[in-house]
């Protein structure tokens, strides 16, 4: 689903050079829920920029479902972005003007999808959340448990096929943090791919594969196991 | 898409109301005032008659001394006017649907009515072909015929001014009038007529209100009626007494002609060439045949009619409308910026920067929308305002084409404001913001 060889981005200010990744080189399977762990500043943040395809990288190949996404064009990587990723932040990212039925409606707009279409959409992204009876709210009458499950709600409302979570239970008490997982499991278990950012290693367990970011480059935890990794989850990564 | 987007922009709009409000203004207050005075310049310059100002044509001989020409800076154009005698030889012709030669005077009228004392009016000395050929709108009656003409009989049309100020704007039809020494029965009161600019006589203000009363020309000899307006001569100069006066080179009559076509044109060219080539027989005429038939627009554009100080206010109102615009790219730009966050959602979410640009352009032509309708509204309290400084004069007035131009001042307006900030806003780097909101 997600195949990156060598992909190295690098910020420049007029004096200091920093490497925010160094050539790192990770593939992800498709049905994979994988954890990514590391320290502040390692690199985990700028990697879901580029996998989401909202930011560039100096150096290396990235292929997003077969295809080459390095150097695409603005319209051809929102289009990518919009029918093929998810995205759920840590801090939510809800536009506070609208309800949370405009909310999940934000993808589909950009889709051009028929109004009766969008409704079923939304609807059955509501229910799989647990929050058709809030359609009408607006994010501030929610809690953030309940913001959280709407900003996942908009994320899987494409039906994508990669799911980017960044830290998405960071703002969350432990309960909420488990329910939210619950979801985003539920939403791998339908065949979608996630790949979730944590500083939590209890969570990260209860992703397929574990990988851990130091200094921008990728540990791949499973494959430091003596243990072969399972058909069908399999996946190596290289820094 | 668009009417999502026109959504987002009117949602925008509520959300920072001080904002949208100090924006809407803004515009509008440019709008309302580039929008007066682009109304005035339109009326000032604009055609007067336009259903049939192809087919009016003033008419021009130059019977000017042989030394110079009438005007020194433009040598080519004949005298503005015509003498008393030529007007009276060439209105003989047949070839014209209407014609006619005029001019205005000075007269004093005396009020039948209880406590209303003599006042002097401006009158215009005119044929019974005036009222047709001008289109001139009647309320009451109609104006008079050939045979009033020929007579003269004692005949006058009222304007509706005068018609409210002595007969308190009733049917004063088949009434009468004491003008001078004269007793005038009144046969046509006009519906309320001011052109812009008073095409059918530009020699003295062209924005001078049209007069209050018209009265058969050739009430001129036996009234020995002075003309009002301006007049010009040579050589003998005025003569001796009221018809040496008449019978002068002294140019002062406004000569006008209705011709359906070209065919109609040339004949009545031909016609005026013969007779000025018998008048120079008789040794009048000296300088080349420089006869001048010329469609209103014309004849407007060689008299210079349309005033410079519209020009140069109008210059003043747009630049005044770009100050507004200017101050709305800052406001526009500060409240865009401060949306990134939003903006690196929308983005993270498909949209991309064309649509967000796009978006935010039509936020920017929403507030000129609403800045149109305000600076419409401001417009035509303007040009109210307008009216009634120089009540006499003018009747400026916002008709289809000025509030089109108005909403395409405000649409340019808000393009010209919006582009800039629309821009950043969409080169946006979404991920610096999805991590900090």
């Known amino acids: ?239 | 898409m668009f009417a999502y987007q026109l959504r987002l922009a009117w949602k925008s709009l509520r959300r920072n109301p001080g904002l949208s409000i100090l924006s809407v203004v803004g515009i509008g207050l440019g709008i309302g005032v580039a929008t007066t005075f682009v109304t005035t310049y339109y009326m000032l310059s604009g055609n007067p008659i336009p259903q049939k100002s192809d087919k009016l044509f003033y008419v021009q001989l130059d019977s000017w001394s042989p030394e110079r020409s009438y005007d020194r800076d433009h040598p080519d154009l004949p005298p503005d006017q015509v003498t008393y005698r030529d007007m009276a030889e060439i209105m003989k012709s047949k070839i014209p649907t209407h014609a006619g030669g005029m001019f205005k005077a000075d007269l004093t009228v005396h009020p039948a009515g209880d406590g209303q004392k003599p006042f002097r009016q401006l009158v215009r000395m005119c044929f019974a072909d005036f009222f047709p050929m001008f289109d001139v709108p009647f309320q009451f009656g109609s104006g008079w015929d050939a045979r009033a003409d020929a007579g003269p009989e004692a005949v006058i049309v009222l304007d509706d001014e005068i018609n409210r100020k002595l007969f308190g704007g009733e049917n004063s039809v088949g009434r009468t009038l004491l003008i001078e020494d004269r007793e005038f029965r009144i046969v046509g009161v006009l519906a309320p007529w001011k052109p812009l600019p008073k095409f059918y006589d530009v020699t003295n203000d062209p924005f001078d209100a049209p007069e209050g009363i018209f009265m058969p020309f050739n009430f001129v000899r036996p009234m020995e009626i002075n003309t009002a307006g301006n007049t010009s001569n040579w050589g003998d100069g005025s003569g001796d007494g009221f018809e040496g006066f008449l019978q002068s080179e002294t140019v002062w009559i406004q000569m006008w002609a209705q011709l359906e076509d070209e065919e109609q044109v040339q004949t009545y060219r031909a016609f005026l060439d013969a007779y000025v080539n018998e008048q120079k027989k008789l040794g009048r005429f000296p300088r080349p045949i420089n006869n001048r038939l010329s469609p209103v627009m014309t004849m407007l554009k060689d008299q210079g009619a349309a005033p410079e100080e519209a020009v140069g206010v109008l210059i003043i109102a747009i630049l005044f409308l770009v100050v507004c615009s200017v101050n709305l790219i800052g406001v526009l730009l500060g409240k865009f910026l401060a949306r990134a966050p939003e903006v690196g959602v929308r983005r993270a979410l498909g949209a991309s920067r064309r649509w967000v640009f796009v978006q935010h352009l039509v936020e920017c032509e929403l507030i000129a929308v609403l800045g149109a309708v305000l600076g419409l509204g401001l417009a035509a309290l303007g040009l109210e305002l307008l009216n009634r400084m120089f009540e006499a004069q003018f009747a400026f007035r916002l008709d289809l084409p000025m509030v089109g131009a108005g909403v395409l001042l405000a649409l340019v307006s808000g393009l010209v404001a919006g582009i800039y900030p629309a821009y950043r806003i969409c080169r946006i780097a979404p991920a610096m913001y999805l991590k900090t909101q």
């Open chain 1, 1 to 239: 689903m997600l195949r990156m060889e060598k992909v190295a981005k690098i910020y420049r200010t007029e004096h200091v050079e920093t490497h925010a990744l160094s050539e790192i080189t990770l593939h992800v399977r498709e049905g994979e829920f994988l954890a990514m762990m590391g320290p502040s500043g390692s690199g985990k943040t700028t990697f879901l920029n580029i996998a989401g395809l909202l930011d560039t990288f100096e150096a290396g190949t990235f292929h997003l479902d077969g295809e080459d996404v390095s150097r695409l064009d603005d319209v051809r990587s929102s289009r990518i972005r919009n029918a093929k990723i998810g995205f759920v932040f840590q801090s939510f990212n809800l536009i506070p003007d609208l309800d949370v039925f405009d909310n999940v409606d934000v993808p589909l707009r950009y889709r051009g999808l028929a109004s009766r279409a969008r409704r079923e959409a939304i609807e059955e992204a509501l229910e799989i959340v647990g929050l058709t009876s809030r359609a009408k709210h607006h994010p501030a009458q929610l809690s953030g448990g309940q913001q959280q499950r709407v900003a996942i709600a908009r994320a899987l409302v494409g039906r994508p096929r990669l799911i980017l979570a960044d830290e998405p239970t960071g703002n969350l008490d432990s309960a909420m943090a488990n329910e939210i997982l619950d979801l985003l499991e539920k939403i791998n278990s339908t065949g979608a791919t996630v790949v979730m950012v944590t500083h939590d290693p209890e969570l990260a367990q209860r992703a397929s594969r574990q990988v851990h970011m130091l200094d921008g480059r990728v540990i791949d935890l499973e494959a430091e196991r003596p243990a072969p990794l399972a058909a069908g989850h399999s996946s190596s990564a290289r820094s």
